[in-house]
């Protein structure tokens, strides 16, 4: 087990101390649990109370297939409660080489300076970076590589520095360009509250991670990856398509929020799809198949060139293509590409931001599918923080109060993802349920609705759904205390061996005789700690639900609404 560190950000001192309680913990369950019993539910998210958790989990750092995450989490200035939201990129497992299971950022400065954390194997320092003060995180990342070398990089741009709710963190990727984010109840507005704007760090010469027993861990470690590779969503449909793949799959189930969620299919979602995504990418020169963090297998991620080709982005993922494409009308890929640069260079939720930018079209700001109005929104106004940006920069919750929007896709403040709850029911219950507000990957019930992984739930009928959705939400809670990539579940779901290979991979790294059922436990856990400090925070069961018109709206093509009643999504909790 690794150490914590604690930085504080108000006396600029810097503290290693022993897991102690929070021993065994990793992931979602070390952050949620730090969160829950240190931060007062009741503080200002971007007051000196909150704190910025960042983790690797229990297996980070191994060779364990897909095992990069970094999780952070704090309370969400967005939705008030507590958060955690996970990246890829490179530097998790370099946290974990240096033998830290958790860093702490604590505390405010006392001035208006900002600072960047450097972390080796020696030391740790918080050094003043007012240099980097309104720069993107390319440009960031390009100078802190420079000077560095070959480091991981946590950092934010100018939302985060204007602490804007839409605010995510930047991971450097594999190509160390920051396109990986923990993105979702503004994290990065949290970092820049503590005017941090960077930590880098450097696992040079550091230990790596210990293995109890190495034969045991590497058979079980090929189990899962054979495991990986020969599931058909891991080992052919992702690697090929990427998560775009899934534009044309939600467009055929009648799902793919359209419009600001006024429609469950796009007339031009042939435009955008995985299948059109792929096609320019190789025409292009760019990679249609791509890992964002070292050791993944499945490696869904893409690079995304122009059409001179030129790099434009990185990781355009299905949510950022749903968000500005379908769902603010805009049937051009190239646009859409560009829109996602913007927002992993200003460093934004692009499920919060196309929302928002969503329900600003259909307040009259600008016209659906108005592209390059949509562009100068982030470049110009989030960017260079006019009042304008600094509107659509809160959410989709705050833009539809100023324009008056009744239609606001939200649950506990944050924007729903690209998955309309009125066609398919059982994401509807995640969105409600989840202690995160709308977050697909809290319970993907899509896996089981549409792609029939784990079974199948008729996704238009309400029977069976909060059985599914709290089932997905106790494994992926479990799993997200692991470090391994949520894809995994796919075949974690549907092959009882690769379930396996992940307790027993825990049992031979830390010496332990963990079974499934204590999985289960683990995430069961995770959900009632942070379910407390929800509660504490002041949610109630009146929170758990979706907004009056997903209620009352019935969608096309299939004419419902959403059809869970509230006393049954109150049973959600008794587990
Ligand atoms: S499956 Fe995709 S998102 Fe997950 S770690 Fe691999 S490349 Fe990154």
């Given at each position: 087990m690794g150490k914590i560190l604690r930085i504080n950000m108000n006396d600029l001192t810097v503290k290693t101390e022993e897991l102690?309680?929070?021993?065994?913990?990793?992931?979602?369950?070390?952050?949620?649990?730090?969160?829950?019993?240190?931060?007062?539910?009741?503080?200002?998210?971007?007051?000196?109370?909150?704190?910025?958790?960042?983790?690797?989990?229990?297996?980070?750092?191994?060779?364990?297939?897909?095992?990069?995450?970094?999780?952070?989490?704090?309370?969400?200035p967005l939705t008030g409660g507590i958060k955690e939201g996970n990246a890829g990129g490179v530097v998790s497992q370099k946290i974990a080489h240096l033998?830290?299971?958790?860093?702490?950022?604590?505390?405010?400065?006392?001035?208006?300076?900002?600072?960047?954390?450097?972390?080796?194997?020696?030391?740790?320092?918080?050094?003043?970076?007012?240099?980097?003060?309104?720069?993107?995180n390319y440009e960031t990342v390009a100078k802190l590589r420079e000077k560095y070398g070959k480091v991981g990089i946590i950092s934010i741009g100018p939302a985060?520095?204007?602490?804007?709710?839409?605010?995510?963190?930047?991971?450097?990727?594999?190509?160390?360009?920051?396109?990986?984010?923990?993105?979702?109840?503004?994290?990065?507005?949290?970092?820049?509250?503590?005017?941090?704007?960077?930590?880098?760090?450097?696992?040079?010469?550091?230990?790596?991670?210990?293995?109890?027993?190495?034969?045991?861990?590497?058979?079980?470690?090929?189990?899962?990856?054979?495991?990986?590779?020969?599931?058909?969503?891991?080992?052919?449909?992702?690697?090929?398509?990427?998560?775009?793949?899934?534009?044309?799959?939600?467009?055929?189930?009648?799902?793919?929020?359209?419009?600001?969620?006024?429609?469950g299919q796009f007339e031009h979602a042939a435009n955008i799809s995985g299948e059109q995504l792929t096609e320019n990418c190789k025409d292009r020169g760019g990679k249609e198949t791509h890992a964002c963090s070292p050791g993944c297998v499945i490696r869904c991620s893409n690079v995304y060139n122009d059409k001179d080709g030129n790099y434009l982005t990185s990781g355009?993922?299905?949510?950022?293509?749903?968000?500005?494409?379908?769902?603010?009308n805009i049937d051009d890929l190239d646009m859409v590409a560009r829109l996602d640069r913007l927002c992993d260079d200003i460093g934004l939720d692009t499920i919060e931001t196309g929302g928002a930018i969503a329900v600003a079209m259909e307040g009259g700001l600008l016209p659906f599918g108005d592209w390059d109005r949509a562009i100068k929104l982030l470049d110009e106004d989030i960017r260079n923080a006019t009042p304008i940006g600094k509107i659509i920069g809160s959410g989709a919750v705050v833009t539809g109060r100023v324009f008056g929007v009744t239609r606001v896709p939200a649950v506990k403040g944050q924007n729903m993802p690209a998955y309309d709850p009125r066609a398919i029911q059982g994401i509807g219950v995640t969105y409600a349920t989840s202690t995160m507000g709308a977050d697909h990957t809290a319970g993907y019930a899509i896996a089981t609705n549409i792609m029939k992984v784990g079974g199948y739930v008729d996704p238009l009928k309400p029977e069976g759904q909060v059985e599914l959705s709290r089932n997905l939400q106790i494994a992926t809670a479990a799993l997200d205390s692991t470090g391994l990539c949520l894809f995994t579940a796919f075949p974690v779901l549907d092959q009882p061996e690769t379930f396996e290979a992940i307790y027993r991979m825990l049992n031979a790294q830390y010496g332990l005789n963990l079974t499934g059922d204590d999985v289960t436990e683990l995430g069961?856990?995770?959900?009632?700690?942070?379910?407390?400090?929800?509660?504490?925070?002041?949610?109630?069961?009146?929170d758990?639900?979706?907004?009056?018109?997903?209620?009352?709206?019935?969608?096309?093509?299939?004419?419902?609404?959403?059809?869970?009643?509230?006393?049954?999504?109150?049973?959600?909790?008794?587990?």
């Open positions: 102690g309680e929070y021993a065994g913990l990793g992931g979602r369950a070390l952050t949620s649990s730090i969160i829950a019993k240190e931060v007062p539910p009741l503080c200002h998210p971007l007051g000196p109370n909150n704190k910025l958790v960042a983790s690797p989990g229990l297996l980070t750092g191994t060779t364990a297939a897909s095992s990069g995450r970094c999780h952070f989490g704090c309370k969400s033998g830290y299971s958790a860093i702490v950022l604590e505390g405010v400065p006392k001035d208006d300076k900002l600072r960047i954390v450097y972390i080796n194997k020696d030391k740790v320092e918080i050094l003043l970076a007012d240099e980097l003060k309104g720069m993107g985060g520095e204007q602490k804007l709710n839409a605010a995510s963190i930047a991971v450097n990727d594999m190509d160390n360009r920051p396109t990986r984010h923990a993105a979702r109840g503004g994290q990065g507005a949290v970092m820049g509250s503590k005017g941090l704007k960077a930590i880098v760090v450097d696992d040079t010469g550091a230990a790596g991670v210990e293995i109890k027993d190495k034969d045991e861990f590497k058979k079980w470690a090929k189990i899962f990856t054979d495991g990986l590779l020969k599931h058909p969503v891991t080992g052919e449909g992702l690697p090929t398509y990427g998560t775009a793949v899934l534009i044309n799959i939600i467009n055929e189930a009648g799902g793919l929020p359209t419009r600001n969620f006024s429609s355009l993922e299905y949510e950022t293509i749903w968000a500005f494409g379908a769902n603010c069961k856990n995770v959900l009632k700690t942070e379910k407390d400090f929800n509660t504490r925070a002041g949610f109630t069961n009146k758990d639900r979706l907004p009056e018109f997903m209620y009352q709206e019935a969608l096309a093509p299939h004419n419902q609404v959403f059809m869970v009643k509230d006393e049954e999504l109150d049973e959600f909790w008794n587990f």
